[in-house]
């Protein structure tokens, strides 16, 4: 049966083992899971090489140096180029204290990493206030799109808003950001384009166009908004990115996105597996292409994703700058 999906030439569509689709659920919907704390996407523009976008904050593949961009070519010997993501994640889970071993392609260069695993603790959503000279901006990292990360974008805008703050704006940042679930990421850009308007459109098997419009009784930002995307922004976060940019509802700074512009759908199985199958491709609420094109920003800066949030993150500073210097 794998070897059936196989066939499709898609690494999107395959069949799932139940552990799999047990795996793939847990990284959806919980919150605390033994591994090594890394998101990760199937690359299509370097066929289909498993793609670190971003390690964990303080999790075991931080802490051994684990970068965004790196490309995981095995894991405990097991080839990851031909086999489907979800089973890759549930390779690299595992009860607390045992150990996986990693190959490492970076730069041109092998190496090998064992890195022991841990209780992953994941909250999809961080927030802060940026001070400077010229005044003070909202900032709300969103790390991935899962079934509780617009309950926790409203509190963190919450936060930010409160009037003794006295932001001029608002920076929202989906680099690194390897999507998730396709309704979180309409429920966001809901947050952010008035009601009423597309702010998604996806072709099915036939060819036919579906539009989206911003969902109801969602509560409104409504202040000058910038929105950070680079290289590794994939999936939801393009769709997001796609509605705000379209609708003229933020800037978008940074680099084209990833280019994975396809919607799956999962059938589960009565015996615990399940089927995920490509079912359509999205577009952005003007028609743009979006699957191996990727979103386009509005300022493009070039800067490698292993930089994002560090001393010489030149992409935040320009986000600032595009903010207080209105």
């Given at each position: 049966?794998?070897?059936l ?12 083992t ?8 847990l ?12 998101y ?20 075991p ?55 022991r ?100 009784n ?12 680079n ?65 386009q ?30």
């Amino acid at each position: 049966m794998t070897g059936l999906y196989l066939g499709l030439n898609d690494p999107y569509s395959t069949l799932m083992t139940s552990s799999e689709y047990s795996d793939m659920m847990l990284s959806l919907n919980e919150k605390t899971f033994g591994g090594i704390g890394v998101y990760i996407e199937k690359n299509q523009s370097s066929d289909g090489q498993l793609t670190v976008v971003e390690p964990v904050e303080g999790t075991p593949a931080f802490k051994a140096g684990i970068l965004p961009g790196d490309v995981i070519a095995e894991i405990d010997g097991m080839k990851t180029k031909s086999v489907d993501i979800m089973m890759c994640v549930s390779k690299m889970r595992g009860p607390k204290g045992s150990d996986v071993k990693l190959k490492i392609l970076r730069d041109h260069k092998y190496f090998d990493v064992k890195i022991r695993r841990d209780d992953i603790k994941i909250t999809s959503v961080s927030h802060k206030v940026i001070k400077s000279d010229k005044g003070n901006v909202g900032y709300i990292r969103i790390r991935s799109f899962a079934s509780e990360t617009a309950e926790e974008f409203d509190i963190a805008v919450a936060e930010v808003k409160k009037p003794s703050n006295d932001i001029k704006g608002l920076i929202v940042d989906v680099r690194n950001n390897g999507g998730g679930y396709l309704n979180a990421g309409l429920e966001l850009a809901s947050r952010f384009v008035e009601k009423g308007k597309v702010i998604h459109k996806q072709v099915d098997h036939n060819d036919i166009i579906l539009s989206c419009n911003t969902l109801s009784n969602k509560p409104f930002v409504g202040i000058p908004t910038v929105l950070l995307v680079n290289r590794l922004s994939a999936s939801s976060s393009e769709i997001f990115a796609g509605a705000l940019k379209d609708n003229d509802s933020a800037i978008l700074v940074g680099e084209r996105t990833f280019g994975k512009g396809s919607v799956q759908q999962v059938f589960e199985q009565d015996n615990g597996c399940a089927v995920k199958l490509t079912i359509a491709h999205f577009l952005s609420p003007n028609g743009s292409i979006i699957h191996k094109k990727g979103i386009q920003p509005n300022v493009k800066i070039e800067m490698k994703p292993r930089l994002v949030g560090k001393k010489d993150d030149i992409q935040l500073k320009k986000a600032i700058d595009e903010l207080v210097s209105k």
